[in-house]
């Protein structure tokens, strides 16, 4: 057989990889890359409904980066601490579902990555504009650990930092571009991580603007 009639049907298999960050952690380059622009009209779409706003933290502290959330479930702060809510506290209404074809990606990408059966009921929307940053953190207000979290980023790269179960140990830097999808559970469920400031630059078609989105589904548990 001709190399041509390999890849015939599936140039997906030459645009694909994946890189393993560690035990249960992979980024799976350009696994999105078909969707972008359809996840992005999705997301305009949602913050119609659901704006994105700039939360204030415990510290005092407001957000650079602007979040929204579709799902049963929202992640929400404010001064007095974080919590998932069913309700967008902007609006007083629930926040909107979540798209099928978000669903039917987070699940192929957990799939792909090892972990089966991944059904979200969350996803937060992030959107960073140059500057914005997200300092180190854990992913431990969902109550269930037993699934993973499944991360799209679109738009403009971003430098993620990936480190241990302390706060203290050494941190990998890794690029996420437009179309990439880290996965993270298991043993790397509560990995600290966070995302270097935004450096500018012009963002792929339909973009074409200075910012990147980035969606983390999550399953939250009801208590
Ligand atoms: C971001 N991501 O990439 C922020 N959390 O904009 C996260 O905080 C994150 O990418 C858990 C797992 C994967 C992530
Ligand atoms: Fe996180």
């Known amino acids: 057989m001709m190399i041509d009639d390999l890849f015939a049907n599936d140039d997906s298999i030459i645009r694909q990889w994946q890189e393993p960050l560690a035990k249960d952690a992979v980024v799976l380059r350009g696994f999105a890359y078909d969707e972008a622009p359809t996840l992005l009209q999705h997301i305009a779409t949602i913050a119609e409904t659901a704006p994105f706003r700039h939360f204030i933290i415990p510290n005092g ?31 007083g209404q629930a926040w909107p579902q979540i ?33 914005a940053r997200l300092s180190l953190h854990q992913d ?7 699934q993973p979290i499944v991360s799209v980023s679109l738009g403009l790269p971003a430098t993620f930092l990936f480190g241990g179960l302390q706060r203290t140990q050494p941190c990998q830097r890794v690029t996420l571009t437009h179309g990439d999808i880290a996965v993270w559970g298991g043993d ?36």
Request: hydrophobic share 35%; glycine share 8%; proline share 7%.
């Open 61 to 91: 502290h407001t957000m650079s980066i602007g979040m929204t959330n579709c799902g049963t479930f929202g992640w929400t702060s404010n001064a007095q601490g974080y919590r998932y809510t069913e309700v967008d506290p902007l609006s």
């Open 99 to 131: 798209p099928a074809i978000f669903l039917q990606l987070a699940q192929r990408a957990a799939d792909h990555a090892g972990f089966p059966h991944f059904v979200p009921n969350a996803c937060l929307i992030n959107r960073y504009h140059p500057g």
């Open 140 to 146: 431990k207000d969902e109550m269930d650990f037993s």
């Open 188 to 223: 790397a469920r509560l990995c600290y991580h966070g995302v270097l400031p935004l450096k500018d630059g012009i963002a792929p078609l339909p973009l074409q603007d200075n910012v990147r989105y980035n969606l983390t589904f999550r399953r939250v548990s009801r208590l």
